[in-house]
């Protein structure tokens, strides 16, 4: 796109976009603060602490910036169209704001008395593997119910002040590196631990006849996906765990998974990229969307510490620590490099050929 007129044009509706949207869920966020303060009981759980670095305000806009800079660029290169984020309408926009501000009281709560498991309590002992069945981010339901699923986009785009969609879009660029000059209808893409299905929308709005497959262990969000893909063809979604799929060996040319690693034990973490180098084809790509690791940005090394005390993610501590290179070499994938995306990175493998 070299057309300065045609630049000027998309950036402009680039930013009539993003930028509002970024407003709204940063306003989500400051009056969550405020009301969390608010409710903050004498005598109760003390506030999250780090002697660690943070990024001051300035220095958040700075890299928040620097992210929709790259995402635009993806976008004049022709990496991937113009992004449409899908968020519904305004009844749907407000109605998933509801849903995320009525559970902040119980968010609080939970927090504040440390009680992390109630999803046990709820019916679904025993469906899942233990591991799963906690109440992450403290929210209710955990990953299980239906209320949880349509609230989870609305809770993760606050967390990251309007930017997960655009991290999530960093990891368009790897996989078209390899898609380039191939016919998308004759390649296979699985996303692990797909969630509501946002990433794959993104998925197909670049490769329409790309044949994806999402994976989730929760069948609520699972149904989310579906109602938030519907109309879009070839796409199956299953109900599995990463770490132990239900396909064929080197059956995929590329495997994707976007913020999962950081909410897996380090045995299943290990257990799931021994799965993506088994169901990846000699040359596939595999490419992980997650946090930043300790020692990644020495900016952020507070917040790593903030963030499993704000938000319940007991496995978070270990992820920060884990090795990736190491074992992706364990499991015949080699380390490309990894990019990084804001608060989180893109980490790139391919399988050896």
């Not at 806009?61 to 449409?84: C, H, Q, R, S, T």
Request: glycine share 10%; proline share 7%; net charge positive.
């Amino acid at each position: 796109m070299s057309n300065p007129l045609s630049r000027l044009a998309t950036g402009a509706a680039y930013g009539a976009s993003q930028l509002p949207r970024m407003a709204w869920y940063v306003g989500h966020g400051i009056a969550m603060r405020q009301l969390a303060r608010a409710s903050r009981v004498q005598g109760g759980r003390p506030p999250a602490r780090t002697d660690k670095p943070t990024p001051d305000r300035i220095r958040l806009l700075a890299d928040m910036a620097k992210l929709l800079k790259a995402d635009l660029e993806n976008v004049e290169a022709g990496i991937y169209p113009f992004p449409i984020d899908r968020d519904g309408g305004p009844w749907d926009v407000l109605e998933r704001s509801r849903l995320f501000f009525s559970d902040l009281p119980e968010v609080h709560r939970r927090r504040e008395s440390g009680r992390t498991s109630e999803v046990l309590e709820s019916g679904f002992r025993g469906k899942r593997p233990r591991y799963y069945l906690q109440n992450f981010h403290f929210q209710s339901g955990g990953w299980m119910t239906g209320d949880s699923a349509r609230r989870y986009d609305t809770q993760v785009e606050v967390l990251f002040r309007g930017t997960a969609n655009v991290m999530r879009r960093q990891a368009l660029p790897p996989l078209h590196e390899v898609f380039a000059g191939r016919d998308p209808a004759g390649l296979r893409l699985l996303d692990a631990g797909c969630g509501t299905g946002r990433f794959l929308d993104f998925v197909r709005q670049t490769w329409p006849r790309l044949p994806v497959i999402g994976l989730d262990l929760s069948e609520a969000y699972i149904g989310e996906a579906k109602s938030h893909l519907r109309g879009r063809g070839r796409t199956r979604l299953m109900v599995a765990k990463c770490e132990s799929i239900p396909l064929a060996d080197a059956s995929l040319d590329a495997v994707t998974s976007i913020f999962l690693f950081h909410e897996l034990p380090p045995k299943i973490r290990h257990g799931a990229l021994a799965e993506f180098g088994r169901v990846l084809k000699p040359g596939g790509r595999l490419v992980l969307v997650d946090s930043l690791q300790a020692g990644d940005n020495p900016a952020y090394e507070g917040s790593l510490e903030l963030f499993p005390q704000n938000f319940h993610e007991p496995y978070f501590s270990s992820y920060v620590k884990e090795d990736f290179g190491r074992l992706a070499r364990e499991h015949g994938l080699v380390h490309r490099r990894d990019v990084p995306a804001f608060v989180s990175k893109v980490m790139v493998f391919d399988k050896a050929g």
